[in-house]
């Protein structure tokens, strides 16, 4: 019986486009190129408002941002609210870029005006008196309490940002005969050079003894027992925690990282350095945010108030 020859195979029918599936509500939604829809700020943060909300970045106009930034001037801080609008103006700018937004309309958008106040510093300063008890909290004899005695000085004594802090490299300590030099990269990928004296100095090298000379991440995580994890690079979320930890053991008031870095800038001027220096040594790009430190200026209120004396005398109860 001769072979029968196989069926011809059916063609398989093209694969249909399958629909777009709507994205989540806290996930900024993308367009295909051409279709007008920009990336949305996620909806947990900008405020919820009428005809705004549901609209594409696109389709806002001048009166929508008006009512966003009555909204944004009602829920934040001046200096929040103001974030805010300027990247609403800055993705109205790039969609006018991209052709996707009337030049006319943008005009009008930048004429909105930011929200005007300001608001007093939420961190604060801490007290010399503070800085030895966290420094002495650290004194424990472990390797941990030696890298995090080297936290508090770089937060302190170098002004550096956690984020700083924690992507220093070994290779980032360069020694000098005057004490130690801390290549740090701030924001902006842009590099400065941070002076170390004799003091602070001393704390780096004694964790460096520690910690040993390999390459990598200058800061490593720790296990339970206060010993290292060689090669563990240290999270920028660790030095508040470190921070948190040892004011508890030295019965300070709560402390953040940016509180140290606050400290740094205060103490420079106080001491008199000019503001100038002090923005560069702090990798401020300009000096107005070095000023919203300053806090000679509330001294000198201080001083000023205690010449006032009002006459009044606590009568005892009969």
């Keep these: 019986m001769a072979d029968e020859l196989p069926a011809p195979r059916t063609p398989k029918p093209e694969a249909r486009p399958q629909p777009r599936r709507a994205l989540p ?3 900024p939604a993308v367009g295909a190129p051409g279709d007008g829809r920009l990336p949305r700020h996620p909806r947990t943060h900008l405020p919820q408002l009428p005809n705004c909300s549901e609209r594409p970045f696109s389709e806002l106009r001048y009166p929508h941002l008006l009512a966003i930034r009555t909204k944004l001037a009602e829920t934040y801080k001046p200096a929040t609210a103001n974030r805010y609008l300027a990247a609403l103006k800055g993705v109205h700018r790039e969609a006018w870029r991209l052709g ?9 958008i930048r004429d909105i005006r930011s929200v005007p106040g300001s608001a007093v510093p939420a961190s604060r300063a801490h007290t010399k008196g503070e800085l030895k008890s966290l420094v002495e909290a650290t004194a424990d004899g472990t390797a941990a309490g030696a ?3 080297a936290v508090i000085t770089l937060g302190n004594v170098a002004g550096l940002r956690r984020t700083e802090i924690s992507g220093l490299s070994l290779e980032d300590v360069l020694t000098e005969d005057r004490g130690m030099v801390v290549k740090v990269v701030g924001k902006g990928a842009k590099e400065r050079l941070v002076y170390l004296d004799t003091g602070a100095s001393n704390t780096i090298a004694n964790y460096l003894e520690v910690r040993g000379r390999k390459p990598g991440a200058l800061l490593w995580s720790a296990r339970k027992g206060g010993k290292l994890k060689a090669g ?3 999270r920028d979320e660790a030095v508040a925690v470190i921070l948190t930890k040892c004011a508890q053991s030295a019965s300070v008031a709560k402390l953040s990282p940016h509180d140290l870095r606050r400290s740094f ?6 001491a008199g350095v000019d503001i100038a220096t002090v923005a560069a040594m702090a990798g401020h790009s300009r000096v107005t945010t070095t000023q919203r430190y300053d806090r000679r200026g509330e001294e000198a209120k201080r001083k000023a108030a205690g010449m006032l004396h009002v006459p009044y005398t606590r009568k005892r109860q009969s």
């Design 25 to 27: 509500r806290d996930a």
């Design 232 to 234: 563990a690079d240290m």
């Design 100 to 108: 996707l937004f009337p030049g006319e309309e943008l005009e009008r």
């Design 147 to 149: 890298r995090d005695a």
């Design 265 to 270: 800038v205060s103490d420079l001027l106080d």
